[in-house]
């Protein structure tokens, strides 16, 4: 089994009490099947990444989109939180090689198992909560979320945002709206990006966000409310 040491260097954090990820790595099987040697499974800790997790990723979605309503950003979350991405999430970073189960569970697949993999993610993220706080958990998991955050966003509501604007401009004028990049600003780790979306010469709206294509929703959803006053987001 890796060391859990490598297993801190992916994730990008040094723990002050390495016990508790330690103990975010151990699943129910190993503990009913070796009582003795180990104080219980991760699923205290599991309970409480869950919540830790959901408000990161509330916290994201309230500060990168202050016009989404609260059912957009209900499903964004969900989509984000859910087993099945948590799992792919787990599996980018070989969490189930780290994982301490009993042999039942491992000969029968148990580390690629979705539960599994998306259980020990939670509880890997309570276990740096409680031993480095907020502030490094959420850099934490912002990061490893970063690659699923940019395909839930670009094909949940923003795909619906260029979608339905490209339905709008093709009813009103025949035309296809294009985008183009205008600025791009701030270091490598914190990019700010403005798109402008035009039809023709005119530009219908104009968008910021951390990538090329956060920035073309939010510059699609200002050319929504411009054209269509019946447009709510």
Request: contains cysteine; negative net charge.
């Amino acid at each position: 089994m890796p060391d859990i040491a490598d297993l801190q260097k992916t994730l990008g954090v040094k723990c002050k009490k390495p016990a508790l990820l330690e103990q975010a790595l151990v699943h129910s099987s190993y503990v009913n099947e070796n009582p003795a040697l180990v104080s219980g499974n991760n699923e205290r800790l599991e309970f409480l990444g869950d919540a830790v997790l959901d408000f990161i990723v509330a916290d994201k979605l309230y500060r990168d989109f202050p016009d989404l309503a609260e059912g957009e950003m209900t499903k964004l979350r969900a989509a984000l939180v859910r087993r099945d991405t948590l799992a792919r999430v787990a599996q980018t970073i070989g969490l189930g090689d780290f994982l301490s189960m009993g042999k039942g569970e491992e000969t029968s697949g148990g580390r690629s198992k979705t539960a599994n993999l998306a259980g020990a993610l939670e509880a890997v993220i309570a276990a740096v909560y409680l031993d480095r706080g907020t502030e490094v958990t959420g850099d934490m998991v912002l990061r490893l979320l970063n690659n699923e955050w940019e395909k839930v966003v670009s094909q949940g509501t923003g795909a619906d945002y260029k979608s339905k604007l490209q339905e709008l401009t093709q009813a009103k004028s025949q035309s296809t709206p294009a985008y183009r990049l205008v600025a791009e600003e701030g270091p490598d780790h914190d990019k700010r990006f403005t798109v402008e979306v035009m039809v023709g010469a005119e530009v219908l709206g104009r968008g910021t966000g951390k990538s090329k294509k956060l920035a073309e929703t939010e510059a699609a959803r200002a050319a929504l409310e411009r054209l269509d006053e019946d447009f709510t987001g």
